[in-house]
């Protein structure tokens, strides 16, 4: 398994968690603190890029803009990228759930970008 790498960001920034969070997850403010977004509920959309890992009261670094490879990745370049709604992944499926929120976040830059 090859590591998912940080290329490029913007507007980092120092978070505080209310949940477990992994390194790339996609994040939204639960109007206490963030937690990992998830297309599969409208209140939670994707606003920010979690650069490291924690659980809830941790203080993490995260941005609004992320560029990351992933050499394992299955991505088709060019094409969109989605919020998942499995909990702050993302996808170039489009959420098909009627209830779904269908949040582009992105677009692949090549195959593993």
Known sequence: ???IVLV?????????????????????HDATNWVVADA????LPAQLVAHQAGV???IVEA??????TD?????????LVYLSETGGAHTQTRPA???????????AQGTDT
């Open 8 to 28: 490029e960001s913007r507007g980092k920034r120092n978070i505080t968690l209310n949940g477990t969070v992994s390194r790339f997850d996609l994040l939204a």
């Open 40 to 43: 599969s509920d409208a209140t």
């Open 71 to 79: 050499s394992d990745a299955p991505y088709t370049q060019n094409g």
């Open 56 to 58: 809830s009261g941790d």
């Open 97 to 107: 759930t009627a209830a779904s929120l269908r949040q582009n976040v992105g677009v």
């Open 63 to 68: 941005s609004s803009f992320a560029v990351i």
């Open 1 to 3: 398994m090859a590591d």
